[in-house]
């Protein structure tokens, strides 16, 4: 059995795809194999686990000085804060975090607030959630947003 699926599938390679799956369900037809396990061969392997290297996008914070939340459209985002809690920035990279903290104290791609009031970045609050893929930065970078909201900080960024 295993040398008819080995034949068949050396035959397949050689037929465009639009053609391989009605070729392979008539041969297993004839040949009364089950056509499971022709259709099985075919189908390309995804890798099982993206690459380390392909995980190098990062969520940060900055901490950002009190006087940012004077500005009443940083009061109207944050109706619940606790102004005793901290003011921060909730930002994603595709770059190492200190460069692009670096780039918005300089006005490069910088959002106004961290180029205007930012003071440090706070990796306590990120690190242990970086690097990781861009969908999960994209995602993370909104929930960890809402998440300092809830708990009273005054938040901007985390699109």
């Known amino acids: 059995m295993l040398e008819l699926i080995r034949d068949i599938n050396l035959r397949v390679l050689t037929i465009p795809s639009t053609e391989i799956t009605p070729l392979l369900r008539k041969q297993a037809d004839a040949r009364n194999v089950p056509a499971l396990l ?8 995804k890798p099982a686990r993206q690459k380390e ?7 940060y914070v900055v901490l950002l000085s009190d006087a940012v939340a004077k500005h009443p459209s940083i009061l109207r985002l944050n109706p619940k804060r606790d102004p005793l809690k901290l003011c921060v920035y909730v930002g994603m990279t595709g770059i190492p975090v200190d460069h692009r903290f ?33 969908e999960a930065a994209v995602q993370m970078e909104s929930e960890l947003a809402e998440d300092l909201r809830a708990a009273g900080y005054t938040v901007t960024g985390g699109h």
Do not use: Q
């Open 38 to 45: 022709l259709t099985c061969e075919l189908k390309r392997k």
């Open 53 to 59: 290297e392909d995980f190098h996008h990062n969520v």
């Open 102 to 134: 670096e780039n918005h104290r300089n006005g490069y791609k910088s959002a106004w607030v961290v180029r205007k009031y930012g003071v440090r970045l706070m990796p306590e609050l990120y690190e242990h959630l970086n690097p990781m893929p861009f």
